[in-house]
């Protein structure tokens, strides 16, 4: 089969490589769609960042639709012929964590595309447990958007974000946008920070109550005039800069919340007094541990229409051109591509 393989910085191949079988307890499925994240991002650019590189080559990408074509032996809940997408965890279902329902933490953990192969080719296997069906009415093409918004869903949950809450989202990438709009489902008046001016109006079409950019001048003090100078409830940092979390524990109200979803290459300084002396909270939120069914639920029904993200489509052989470079070079007019599937 015709797979993308990553071999390190900035050397992606399309290339043959053997077809999966799917294990005991896995799903084979042939995959239509494919979405490049922004993990799926850095590792080409500034790789290898969380792929280990000492176990050669990965098929990357963990955003897919697709159908499934086969399944192992105990695969009872998912048949052949039914449309699917997925989460990227692998969990063990042993340790402390997974016995408590935190399969997201799980000490013997592996992840669809870093640690294990991916769906960046026609085919990919993962356990029963990491798919989920997708109705009639939601598209292949928003299908794909499920894992990212399940990251959005988690770190609303994780920020206990209520109706009438400020939310306060730093990072315009696409976790930022999908956790705009996790925010507003769940009731609240959002403001986002963007880098990005056409981000930035994504954001405003998606019904941000009001965007502010990095460029403009200082967002907390931005923010702050707009919530009567008390800062928002929650705040989410979806960026993984080195002055974002600073930015997002600054911009939340004393006593506040803020949950960081961006993932950091390096250790970075940080002002500690702003969450002793504000009585904040900070809360981390790596990935998700079911919200791919709330996620599903709330496109099958249209509360959440992410179609603003999908900017443009590639064939998988042109990936890299048409793919992966095309994002570097231009952020401000390329949100999410998905990458067609022969």
């Given at each position: 089969m015709k797979a993308l393989r990553w071999y390190g910085r900035k050397d992606l191949r399309y290339?043959?490589?053997?077809?999966?079988?799917?294990?005991?307890?896995?799903?084979?499925?042939?995959?239509?769609?494919a979405g490049i994240c922004g993990s799926d991002l850095r590792e080409y650019a500034d790789g290898p960042c969380m792929i280990d590189v000492d176990k050669g080559p990965r098929i990357i990408g963990h955003e897919f639709a697709g159908r499934?074509?086969?399944?192992?032996?105990?695969?009872?809940?998912?048949?052949?012929?039914?449309?699917?997408?997925?989460?990227?965890?692998?969990?063990?279902g042993k340790c402390y964590f997974c016995k408590r329902g935190m399969y997201n933490i799980c000490l013997d953990s592996g992840f669809t595309g870093i640690s294990v192969d991916g769906c960046m080719a026609e085919y990919m296997t993962a356990p029963?447990?990491?798919?989920?069906?997708?109705?009639?009415?939601?598209?292949?093409?928003?299908?794909?958007?499920?894992?990212?918004?399940?990251?959005?869903?988690?770190?609303?949950?994780?920020?206990?974000?209520?109706?009438?809450?400020?939310?306060?989202?730093v990072g315009d990438g696409t976790i930022g946008l999908c956790s705009l709009l996790a925010a507003k489902v769940a009731g609240a008046d959002v403001y986002f920070v963007a880098k990005h001016k056409c981000r930035g109006e994504i954001a405003s079409?998606?019904?941000?109550?009001?965007?502010?950019y990095l460029y403009d001048g200082n967002p907390v003090q931005l923010i702050?005039?707009?919530?009567?100078?008390?800062?928002?409830?929650?705040?989410?940092?979806?960026?993984?800069?080195?002055?974002?979390?600073?930015?997002?524990?600054?911009?939340?109200?004393?006593?506040g919340t803020t949950v960081i979803v961006g993932v950091f290459e390096k250790p970075i300084l940080f002002n500690f007094g702003s969450v002793l002396f504000g009585q904040r909270t900070v809360i981390g939120s790596p990935i998700y541990v079911d919200e791919a069914r709330a996620a599903i639920a709330l496109l099958?029904?249209?509360?959440?229409?992410?179609?603003?993200?999908?900017?443009?489509?590639a064939p998988l052989?042109?990936?890299?051109?048409m793919g992966f470079e095309k994002l570097?070079?231009?952020?401000?007019?390329?949100?999410?591509?998905?990458?067609?599937?022969?």
């Open positions: 290339e043959d490589v053997p077809e999966p079988s799917p294990k005991s307890g896995q799903v084979k499925v042939k995959i239509n769609l499934v074509v086969e399944v192992g032996e105990g695969v009872i809940d998912i048949k052949i012929g039914e449309r699917v997408t997925g989460l990227g965890y692998w969990a063990c029963s447990y990491s798919f989920y069906k997708l109705p009639e009415s939601v598209s292949d093409e928003v299908g794909v958007l499920v894992e990212p918004l399940a990251v959005a869903i988690h770190a609303v949950h994780q920020g206990n974000v209520r109706m009438g809450d400020t939310v306060a989202i079409a998606m019904g941000a109550t009001a965007v502010t702050g005039k707009l919530t009567n100078g008390l800062g928002a409830d929650v705040s989410i940092e979806c960026a993984g800069r080195p002055d974002t979390p600073q930015i997002a524990v600054d911009v939340t109200r004393r006593g099958a029904d249209g509360r959440i229409d992410p179609g603003f993200l999908v900017t443009s489509k052989k042109d990936a890299v051109e570097l070079a231009n952020k401000e007019a390329n949100v999410k591509i998905l990458l067609q599937i022969p």
